[in-house]
């Protein structure tokens, strides 16, 4: 029987704005339920090593949330050994390692396995995860490149979580993004050969999604910054027209 891909609900975006006033609002731990409670097969987060969006406090918080549902938490990181001791005392369900550099405005790209210091680096974060805990599974942030997976799938790791914000974009500008689409597919492919699961995330939108979910590409799917943006215009109506019912109701 076909299964439905698993849709994993990136939350950093609402700490960015929490963040952004020094609130306590809006609540990461609300964002997680109702991702949850509306069909979301999986919570994930990016710890960043700026702590630019996710607090280490949230991270046990949204864990929190996670088993309530019985559901995944996916704890994107880089390779840095504070947020590697981080994510041992949380025991998340997932580890996504990504390449993380200050500078960036967002994950610029997979990690580049190609690069001996990089692959050393990601080889031994894998081990020390593996060892302390066995039962979580790594996923590791890739560009459909067969080079980079031929290294990727030598490691100890259970999936790859390929880089979709290029092709995200070609579509956004309305280009050709027919070589993606074929890069993913060969990607899948010889993942599939080698045993490991095959996932997909970064700059992706509802009409983005829409040809990869057609072709059945990837088993797994992590949106974040669109899904918070559209959140805001779906709900932006209803929260004004509740504040002029208030207003409505008080006389000057
Ligand atoms: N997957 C990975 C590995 C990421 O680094 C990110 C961004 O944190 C996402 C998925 C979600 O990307 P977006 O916020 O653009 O949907």
Redo the contacts with the bound molecule.
């Keep these: 029987m076909s299964k439905k891909p698993r849709l ?1 609900v ?1 939350i ?2 609402v700490a960015t704005l929490r963040q952004a006033r020094g609130e306590t609002y809006p609540s990461i731990v609300d964002a997680a339920n109702i991702s949850l409670s509306n069909g979301a097969d999986q919570i ?1 987060i ?1 710890l960043r090593e700026d702590r630019r969006h996710i607090q280490d406090t949230d991270v046990e918080a949204v864990r929190l949330v996670t088993r309530k549902y019985g559901k995944p938490l996916n704890l ?1 990181m880089g390779c840095n050994q504070e947020i590697i001791d981080i994510a041992l005392a949380t025991n998340p369900d997932w580890v ?1 390692l ?1 390449p993380e550099n200050r500078q960036e405005r ?2 610029e790209g997979g990690l580049n396995l190609i690069d001996d210091k990089v692959r050393k680096k990601v080889q031994k974060t894998c081990e020390a995860i593996k060892e302390k805990l066995p039962e979580t599974k790594i996923s590791l ?1 890739l560009e459909a490149n067969i080079t980079v997976l031929e290294h990727a799938v030598k490691m100890p790791i259970e999936a790859v ?1 390929i ?1 979709t ?1 290029d092709y ?1 974009k070609a579509h956004l500008n309305g280009e050709d993004f027919s070589s993606y689409l074929s890069e993913f597919k060969s990607a899948e492919q010889f993942l599939k050969e080698n045993e490991t699961a095959c996932h997909a ?4 939108t509802f009409e983005s999604l829409s040809p990869l979910l057609d072709l059945k590409l990837f088993e797994e799917y ?6 918070i943006c559209q959140a805001i215009f779906d709900g932006l109506g209803s929260v004004v027209s509740k504040l002029n019912e208030q207003f409505e109701g008080s006389n000057l």
């Design positions: 994993g990136n950093d975006h994930t990016h994107e996504c990504v967002t994950t942030f979580e880089h914000g995200a995330g970064h700059g992706l992590n949106v974040g910054h669109w899904v």
